[in-house]
């Protein structure tokens, strides 16, 4: 049973893992890659680390892929969510069928047409 288990976590994460990688390659500006890549991926290797520590059955084994997941858990948002800001900043430019710009205003630009 631990072995079926383990194959299906293991064969999500690969999955979410391709779903990044297609979401990089096909998503229309630096935001939306930024979100496919940050959500698919932090899911997709807390998939794998789950499989790897279900597969090992140590208790070290186990802590570290809870301690690596953990960490990704932690910093991956939260440095998507900042170079995402700094790319706002810079202004890069958002994708012509953007349709709210929630961060206009605070960011020292002028309001949307109509607000």
């Known amino acids: 049973m631990t072995q079926w288990l383990t194959g299906i976590l293991v064969l999500i994460g690969a999955l979410l893992m391709l779903l990044a990688a297609v979401g990089v390659l096909r998503l229309p500006d630096l935001f939306t890659r930024m979100q ?4 698919a991926s932090t899911l997709g290797l807390a998939c794998l680390l ?7 059955a140590e208790v070290s084994s186990s802590i ?3 301690s690596i997941g953990a960490f990704l858990m ?6 998507t969510h900042v170079i995402a800001r700094a790319a706002y900043l810079m202004r890069v ?5 953007t349709v709210v710009d929630e961060w206009r205003e605070d960011a020292g630009g002028e309001p949307e047409a109509g607000t």
Not at 74 to 79: C, I, R
Request: net charge positive.
């Open 93 to 97: 430019p958002l994708w012509e069928g």
């Open 64 to 66: 570290r892929a809870v």
């Open 50 to 56: 789950a499989g790897t520590a279900l597969q090992l």
């Open 74 to 79: 932690l910093t991956s948002p939260v440095s």
């Open 36 to 39: 496919a890549s940050t959500k």
